[in-house]
């Protein structure tokens, strides 16, 4: 049973999780949709009420049904490198690929369906306070009164972009930022604007979830920060991140969250503050996890290969770290 | 509690359902997503572990906890019709709207990730087979050789899009047609390419599915035609469709292939053989049905009105018929 890994070609945190697949035994198949059609080849017969697919890439065949799970990384849009691209074909291509592989019964890091879902905001923000994570009190409007009616009650506040990146490409990051407390909402009107109460925070919270194992990390916020710089990702660096501990309610309320959103892998974002209260931020499904194995030595990516091994249901547990079995 | 139906302002099939909806004295809000910040506005604050959400359209407020169902008939892209317009808006008023939407208990005809699975013709095929529809012989590939084989086993085959309908604006549908014996499948390779055994079909077949109810309209194919016109959809008509009866194991088969999908709606086609059996060709999660409620007087529309009016699991029912009652 084999490990499919779907990312660019220079991804070196999924060359991490690579490492530790082989060490493990496991066959691994990993290339970049974007090379479908020059390089990446599949096909697929529905025949007597039967299907057998196959995937092809760097002269490898195999099977869809000898896939065990797949781990969709950073993949690149179907096709995008094909001889003559084009919007036509990425969508065939990306049709073609992700329908036969959702027919398959491997195991998914994460389904495109639970990835999809789990982008939006505030939805995630719903889920956060249903599963019992402290959420700051948070607003997300086109009626300029509602802004000003929210202002006046949590008078510091921060405004956010509700879906994340700028779609230019490449995708920019709008950084998080203050709202001053005289600031004109006639403008929420033309757009919808996320207001959200600003935690003072005494450190970053990071925590990676893979399946049941959860690794927190933790930098402390610098004290003569100017409190205008809120985003963590352009705030100058306090240090590294060190290993934490989990809050056991905070344990109970992640796996709740990863359950209920049907995830596999999920990077939290807390805002701890004075009192030690970890404030929900944000849990992106595809967050990156190497900077933070790099500066904790926390066993992520190999945790991600062991999940990614684990046999399916049913199937014939095999010695996993035997690479000279001779059974077939 | 309310109806919410996401539409395009002229829709006429959408104004068959809102009739039988006003009809049943059941409250409906009904707007376009692509008049969000020009028409339309959305608020949703999340305090204190609660989330309150309210939508405006029209000089009508309503509040999200308030929705009964929605229909996400033929929505445009959020903010589209915005003073000005561009990918970030219509990314950020996307999912504030359906970021807000998915977090409440209303009930959906379909619900967007259902939809979205939904369109995947390979997963449909897969699907269909597993629900006990019979499916005629079909290759998806972009290896050359294996088209040969197939060609060879099936000599009479059509070929049609993975995907459906050609992304250019407005969509174009892609016939499909039949292949000649001959071809030289080379070409293949730059492009997945999906070939079927062809039906010789005495008719088409539409079913439409509304929750349990299952509706199946037939239309005799011309014993004259030209049998290169495989594609209904561009064939000259040859006659009204007809109501049919539904055979069971289609039926039984049908409501497998839902309650799989998660889908509330669905519009199949099948191609019936001399046979007599129907043979699953596809399952438009979105598919038209007025012509063929005007052709057979099928109560499409009204299944689709009852079907959305409906209470929630746990909601006190309130007679539907009743426009003058006094209860709040």
């Known amino acids: 049973m084999t490990v499919l890994i779907l990312t660019s070609e220079e991804d070196v945190t999924a060359d991490m999780v690579v490492v530790h697949l082989n060490a493990l035994g496991v066959p691994v198949v990993r290339f970049d949709p974007a090379d479908l059609t020059s390089g990446v080849a599949l096909s697929g017969e529905y025949v007597h009420g039967a299907f057998r697919g196959h995937l092809s890439s760097a002269g490898r065949l195999v099977s869809l049904d000898g896939l065990r799970s797949v781990w969709v990384r950073r993949p690149g849009a179907a096709a995008a490198r ?15 690929l992700y329908g036969m592989l959702r027919g398959v019964p491997a195991r998914w890091m994460n389904h495109p369906d639970a990835a999809r879902r789990a982008r939006h905001k505030p939805w ?48 920019r990051a709008v950084p998080t930022s203050r709202v001053d407390p005289d600031t004109d909402f006639t403008a929420v009107a033309y757009g919808p604007t996320l207001l959200q109460r600003r935690v003072a ?14 690794l927190a990390a933790r930098k402390p916020a610098d004290p003569d920060a ?53 404030w929900f931020l944000e849990c992106n499904q595809s967050g990156q996890f190497g900077f933070v194995e790099v ?34």
């Open 201 to 214: 925070k005494r450190a970053d919270i990071r925590l990676t979830a893979v399946g049941e194992s959860l």
């Open 82 to 96: 094909a001889v003559v691209p084009s919007a036509w074909l990425t969508e065939e291509s990306q049709q073609a």
């Open 124 to 171: 995630q923000l719903r889920l956060a306070q249903r599963s019992g994570l402290p959420v700051p009190a948070t607003l997300i409007t086109t009626f300029p009164q509602a802004a000003r009616e929210f202002a006046a009650r949590y008078p510091d506040l921060v405004v956010k972009p509700v879906s994340g990146a700028h779609p230019q490409d490449p995708p």
């Open 226 to 278: 100017d409190p205008d710089h809120v985003d963590v990702r352009f705030a100058p660096s306090t240090g590294p991140w060190q290993p934490a501990e989990v809050p056991p309610r905070i344990a109970d309320a992640v796996r709740v969250y990863l359950r209920e959103a049907e995830l596999a892998y999920g990077a939290f974002d807390f805002a701890e503050d004075a009192d030690g209260t970890w």
């Open 295 to 328: 500066d904790t030595g926390q066993p992520i990516s190999r945790a991600i290969a062991e999940w990614l091994s684990r046999p399916l249901p049913g199937e014939r547990q095999q010695p996993l770290n035997r690479t000279d079995s001779v059974l077939p």
